[in-house]
């Protein structure tokens, strides 16, 4: 018999030997799966890529242990592809999901930085460090060298006069004062 017979006897072999070991497989997928179907595509997979990388197999290897690594690394790159997937099946967590449209934002930023800067330098200054950089009243009243009642009555008059220039009741926006409204923060 010639080298490509022999090649060709050895490939039937493999192909016959991955068929009588389809029912081991499939046992082995539904023990990982608890799933008949997913089992029965895990086989499937299993085949499709042993066959694919038939090639790489070496003769005088063990099939059985090869093809069952294949089948065990399948599944667990599965699952861990699939945890970060969410099954939404009726549309419920799909239709929660939404994006607010940009534009709104951006208007009303505009419209705060138009308020804002209509506002005292030392109310700006208060808002910006207590507001928007989350300083304490104590670490606002070291940087602006001033005592802390000063810094709490700044920023409670600072407040009121940024919520008439805005038209909103500043008494919504929380006891700190740090808390933009509502409208501000979803576009509303």
């Known amino acids: 018999m010639d080298e490509l017979g022999a090649h060709s006897n ?21 023990s990982l799966s608890h799933n008949p179907a997913k ?15 038939i090639e790489s197999f ?30 939404d099946a009726d549309g419920v ?10 534009q709104n934002g951006v208007v009303d930023l505009q419209d705060f930085k138009l308020v804002f800067a209509k506002l005292c330098a030392d109310h700006r200054e208060v808002l910006t460090l207590v507001g928007g950089s989350g300083f304490s009243y104590e670490e606002a009243a070291e940087v602006c060298g001033c005592p802390v009642g000063t810094i ?31 409208s501000m923060t979803t576009g509303g």
Do not use: C
């Open 58 to 87: 070496r003769e005088g290897s063990n099939l059985r242990a090869w093809m069952f690594t294949i089948l065990r690394n399948t599944f667990y790159s599965d699952l861990r592809k699939h945890q970060r997937e969410v099954e």
């Open 39 to 53: 089992a029965d595509d895990l086989v499937q997979d299993t085949i499709v890529k042993t066959l694919s990388n």
């Open 152 to 182: 709490k009555s700044r920023m409670n008059r600072a407040r009121r006069r940024l919520g008439e220039l805005m038209g909103v009741d500043v008494d919504t926006w929380g006891e700190d004062g740090a808390h933009l409204p509502q």
């Open 93 to 102: 967590h799909a239709s929660r999901l939404a994006e607010l449209p940009r």
């Open 10 to 30: 050895s490939r039937r072999a493999v192909r016959l030997a991955i068929v009588a070991m389809m029912p081991q497989l499939r046992v082995f997928a539904r």
